[in-house]
């Protein structure tokens, strides 16, 4: 019973820790790479470029090829305001989830819908409330819907 409440004061020491960082913004390494391997499972992968920009890799979306990689770039400047782009394939809700993250600041809600939504332009279901299906209908002129 003592290991268990050891364990679970170390996980309770671990978020305050987490939480503390967040606030002042002194993540350490391993705190970072925690959060790199809560989004492993997703086959999310991260690679910061030459020019700051963070290039992120989402596989696991396309049922005929899961380990093909759908990809775009995010970057944040002095500001902590955010930029994307260089969606592949184009992501037309892009523009939409960037807003929401420069309104709310939530990173992690950001790479869920663009996951989801890329997962919904592939075929994989699952996508952010059908854009990538509304986004199709809307190119091919039909109204994609109800």
């Known amino acids: ?7 679970a004061a170390d996980l309770d020491a671990s978020k305050a820790a987490d939480a503390r960082a967040e606030r002042d913004g002194s993540y350490t390494a391993a705190q970072l790479m925690r959060g790199l391997e809560a989004f492993s499972p997703l086959g999310l992968q ?17 049922p005929s090829d899961p ?6 770039w995010v970057a944040v400047d ?3 305001t955010y930029t994307a782009g260089g969606a592949d394939p184009p992501m037309p809700a892009l523009a939409d989830f960037l807003a929401e993250l420069n309104s709310s600041g939530d ?7 663009t996951r989801a939504e890329f997962k919904s332009m592939v075929g994989g279901g699952g996508g952010g409330g059908g854009r990538g299906a509304k ?12």
């Open 107 to 113: 990173f992690s809600r950001f790479v869920q819908k």
């Open 46 to 62: 991260f690679e910061p470029s030459d020019d700051g920009r963070l290039r992120m890799q989402i596989s696991r979306c396309d």
């Open 78 to 80: 002095a500001s902590e």
């Open 135 to 146: 986004a199709r209908a809307s190119a091919e002129g039909t109204s994609g819907g109800t």
């Open 67 to 72: 380990e093909r990689a759908l990809t775009f």
């Open 1 to 7: 019973m003592r290991e268990a409440d050891g364990a």
